[in-house]
């Protein structure tokens, strides 16, 4: 929980630095050319650009995308009920705004798209998520080729600053590396911290079967002792149910047998006597 609270923070603080330097390039690409016609270097000022300068205005674009951007990316972490995730979340949308906001600063910073893959790199599944830090990886490529600000015939904010003091030039560039710098070094964190969560839950998930696997050991165990307590019960019935029959034949059939015997030996008896007495009486009358 504690590095959930962690990672949160992280995020926060990326989108923080990244306004703050879209802001920054921003107010360069915007004011310069106010400045050098304020002072009357229009002509030298348009001498040192590598390429015709687009209207001051566009740069209003990149102030609205990264405005729409936080939306789609506030959008995507507030909680929703699972039938209208499918409608609201389109995870193509944040990237194609991102892009928008690089063209808009002259290709000169594409650390949007690490806020990007923040957001969306934990939220995305299996196949979904392999396309798309292939695409993010194409793009952060791409943007950071010279060769494509040129083919797009861009200005650099490199020219921009030349138009002022090499002292005001060094303060700037260093300022655009200490944000640069510290977005890559919180982007580089963020994902050691996913990883080690990762980690983590996958140690708690493999403890967890160790532990239901000792415990299916211990069902097993006691499903044979069960299986021979059941047995075992099913021989104790047998064996009462053989001592009920047997008692039931000494307490019925045996006394019956017994009584018929007893009587049996009393006319057996009876007749004898009978037999004794008439002999006797046969030979008296003789």
Known sequence: ???DYTLSAIRHMMIVLNVAIVGFLSA??????????????????SQQLR???ERPGMQAFSLLGVAALLAVSALYHLPMQKQHRKIFRMYWLEPVICMIVIVSLHLDYNGLLFLVVVDLVDTLQHRKRAIFLSVMVLLYLLTSLDIVQSALRMPSVTDYMAYYSPYIQQVMQSALGLFNAFV???????????????????????LLNHRLEHANDKLSVLNEQLKAYASESERMAETRERNRLAR????????????IIAGTD?????????????ADEARSVD
């Open 1 to 3: 929980m504690q590095n």
């Open 28 to 45: 360069i690409f915007f004011f310069t050319p106010q400045t050098a016609v304020l002072h009357a270097e229009a002509m030298q000022f």
């Open 51 to 53: 390429y015709v300068p």
């Open 184 to 206: 890559m070094i919180l982007f580089i964190t963020y994902v050691l911290l996913l990883v080690i969560r990762r980690t983590d839950e996958n140690t708690k998930i493999r």
């Open 248 to 259: 039931e034949i000494h307490d019925t059939l045996g006394h019956s047998l017994t009584g």
């Open 266 to 278: 009393a006319c057996i008896t009876i007749c004898l006597l009978y037999t004794s007495d008439a």
